[in-house]
């Protein structure tokens, strides 16, 4: 089916370092939503983005909604070891009836 | 409370077994999905609930037999199932199918079809 294109796939990183990913699409979306899964759970919701051009923090976490609603960016600072897990980014498009389309995600290890 | 409960959290069934997937929210949301989850791949969707409506069904085979019994409760049926199906089953819900709601996701059911 349909996906973003999200990157990059994986990053191993220090503890203490700054992380940033992102999702581009050639549909305009509606919302933008970030998730992050643990192994074994479900996806956890970070944060939600409804405007274009929204930048909406949640702690150490910032994500911004594209002018051109194709794109949406996640930054992480100051990482810790509970960061580590797999980050998803999800779009709704107009008149799907609800469908997220997902990113591929981008898989955090953190080195303490 | 944002919260999505499903049982069980493990199933191990043969393939001419039948059983049951449960998943559980009170936030009033109307809106109810299934997700079929590989590892380290996004949740692939199977299914919506519309206030209580199946709306959409991504061609998934009928092996699997969703049930929609109240706006509270969303149900899948497994019969006969092949060990390709073993995945991660996630349910979630929002308060509408609509563009600009938040879909908030259960644990998951991991599932293993022998």
């Given at each position: 089916g349909q996906q973003l294109n999200q990157s990059p796939q994986s990053m191993f990183i220090q503890e203490g370092e700054d992380v940033s990913m992102n999702c581009t699409s050639s549909s305009i979306f509606n919302t933008w939503l970030w998730y992050k899964q643990d192994p074994g759970e479900g996806p956890v919701l970070l944060i939600a983005l409804y405007k274009a051009g929204e930048l909406t923090s949640n702690g150490r976490l910032t994500a911004q909604f594209g002018i051109t609603r194709k794109d949406s960016f996640l930054n992480i600072s100051?990482?810790?070891?509970?960061?580590?897990g797999i980050y998803f980014c999800a779009g709704l498009e107009d008149n799907q009836g609800g469908k997220l389309i997902f990113g591929q995600g981008t898989e955090l290890s953190v080195k303490p | 409370d944002t919260e999505v409960t499903q049982t069980p959290k493990h199933l191990v069934m043969g393939m001419t077994n039948k059983k049951s997937l449960k998943c559980e929210q009170h936030?009033?949301?109307?809106a109810m999905y299934w997700y079929k989850q590989k590892a380290k791949k996004p949740p692939e969707l199977m299914f919506v609930y519309s206030y209580e409506k199946?709306?959409?069904?991504?061609?998934?085979?009928?092996r699997f037999s969703p049930e929609c019994p109240n706006s509270s409760l969303l149900n899948l049926h497994l019969h006969?199932?092949?060990?390709?199906?073993s995945a991660l089953y996630l349910c979630a819900s929002s308060?509408?199918?609509?563009?600009e709601e938040t879909q908030y996701f259960g644990p998951g059911t991991r599932l293993l079809v022998l």
């Open positions: 100051a990482s810790i070891p509970s960061d580590v | 936030m009033g949301h109307r199946l709306s959409i069904n991504e061609s998934v085979p009928s006969a199932l092949q060990p390709e199906d308060p509408s199918p609509g563009t």
